[in-house]
């Protein structure tokens, strides 16, 4: 996406922004309504974190995928645990990538989350939300795609 769609979208959402502050509440989200709209959100990011995850394990041979769901959240992991044996030596050495959508909070957010782990070593724990009226799901799909390049690069450059 370029930079003057990014800011024509922006000015948007800011536009309707102050126009639902000037029609009152007659635009209220209740909880179920914001329940029902972290479902959508989450069902539409995991299933993209997923084929995102496929697409990394067919440049990367020997990882292997996981579907991620649960307490934790809900999303898709690979994973590689390679052996490497020397003369008197053995070592594991252990390369993860999760990217999950936490479940909804008293917030009312999406928060997306990557762990990355290369070679025994933590690379990284992040996360991103957004409150649910303001989410831009180009902008997440965006974000797992830098994650998992940046997982690749990283994990090739090891």
Do not use: C
């Not at 069902?43 to 995928?65: H, K, M």
């Not at 992040?126 to 997982?151: C, G, K, M, S």
């Amino acid at each position: 996406m370029d930079f003057q769609k990014r800011l024509h979208d922006a000015i948007q959402r800011g536009s309707d922004r102050a126009s639902g502050k000037k029609n009152g509440d007659a635009d209220e989200l209740t909880p179920e309504k914001l329940k029902n709209l972290h479902n959508r959100y989450r069902l539409e990011l995991s299933t993209y974190i997923e084929g995102v995850a496929r697409q990394v394990i067919d440049q990367l041979p020997g990882f292997n995928l996981e579907t991620l769901f649960g307490e934790k959240g809900w999303g898709a992991a690979i994973s590689r645990d390679d052996l490497m044996l020397t003369r008197k030596q053995r070592e594991n050495h252990y390369s993860r990538l999760e990217i999950f959508v936490r479940p909804m909070n008293d917030y009312y957010l999406v928060d997306l989350v990557s762990k990355a782990t290369i070679r025994n070593r933590e690379i990284w724990t992040r996360n991103v939300y957004h409150p649910l009226t303001e989410v831009n799901l180009a902008t997440l799909r965006e974000q797992v795609d830098l994650w998992a390049v940046q997982f690749a690069e990283l994990y090739s450059a090891s």
